[in-house]
């Protein structure tokens, strides 16, 4: 995605300056060629040698540097770039450029470029809740600037609160998905996503190892492409992903309400969510007591949500594309083409559960795909991200057929 693209880092001041080394490092590594920027400010925090080191190029800071053939540095820069990322964008920088001030190299190039422009602001938590600073943040996204938006954490000021550098792997993201061709535009998908946990008692509940990660990459990557995303997700450890609205359920019957709640208003709905086939009859108001040597809990069979989708009248409203997967231990393609026809899917993806790089609470998968018209793809190892995108790829050629 980011090979060969023109991207400017343009570096503010502040002691998150050394986070936008690791997202150089992320982006060069990815193909793109990066040109950096810095404040008079930011070189008090970190010597522009190391960002020309690591970019191979002149780290520009003058707004009266001339660069080869004299050309106006920032016009040229600003002409040539397919991104602009600010990181870390500091309250000052973004409110100038919200008020159209161009006093410096990296002021004036954000505003002579017509590339996408992706801030990522880091700042004292006051600051950052300041309605000040929220009103430039606003009125810059109103204009179709990109945000990733700052963490929670302990701040350099000693400060707790939301205003820390969001991570470089999170920005890198967000510079994907600005590039990303916006081929899902207008067109609303559901995702779910993590585990669902069915209360035995206030203490205790039956779940699986699901981690959410595939799930949340096919969020990511849909919101990328151009989708409005709707992400319901059962309990997970993991970040909101930006720029999609997120739904936390907790058991399978919460999830099968959020999903009935929203399904009317999608066009593609992905199951990724590992949703538990039974829940107890009774969830005990208190909690169980250690006394007998045994316990025996009664489970009913939880909703089938996929099945339920498959099963709707579509007379008045449009068919969703659906998509399920199948988390399997044995005989994969049998069970997943069973159950594509069985639950009336369009797709299915199958994941082998067993193997140690696949399934389960890890960074890859080994996927087949199964289609309606009987077609099928085998994906082999790869990264959850890349996953997400292929599995995207073939619900886009399906859709527009
Ligand atoms: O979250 P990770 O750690 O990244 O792990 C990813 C994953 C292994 C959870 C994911 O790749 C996966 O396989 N998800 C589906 C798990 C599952 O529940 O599979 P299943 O074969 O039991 O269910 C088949 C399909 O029906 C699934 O789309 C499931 O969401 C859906 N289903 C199942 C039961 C139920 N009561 N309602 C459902 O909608």
Redesign the pocket.
Known sequence: MLRNKKIILGVCGGIAAYKAVELLRLLTKAGAEVHVIMTRAAEEFIAPLTFQTLSSNPVHTGLFDLIAEMEIGHISLADRADLFIVAPATANVIGKIAAGIADDMLTTTVMATKAPVLFAPAMNVNMYSNPIYKDNEQKLRRLGYLFESPVSGTLACGWEGEGKLAAPEAIFEGAVAALAEKDLAGLTVMI???PTREEIDPVRYISN???????YALARAARSRGAQVILVSGPTALSEPEGVTLIRVTS?IEMQSEVMAHVAACDVVI?????A?YRPLIRNSTKIKKNAHSVTIELVK??????GLGAMDYRLKPRPFLV?????TDALAENAAK?LNE?KLDMI?A?D?TQSDA???VDT?RALLFFRDGSSSDCGLMS?DKLAGTILDHVVARLVK
Do not use: C
């Not at 190892?209 to 799930?215: D, L, V, Y």
């Not at 199951?271 to 949703?275: G, I, L, N, R």
């Not at 939880?302 to 099945?307: F, V, Y």
């Not at 399920?324 to 399997?328: H, L, N, R, S």
């Open positions: 779910t996503a993590g190892h699901s981690s959410g990660k595939m799930g399978a199951k990724a969510a590992a949703v086939d939880n909703p089938d949500i996929l099945a399920g997967f199948a988390a399997e159950k639950k993806v994941n559960v399934g389960f609470n998968n959850k």
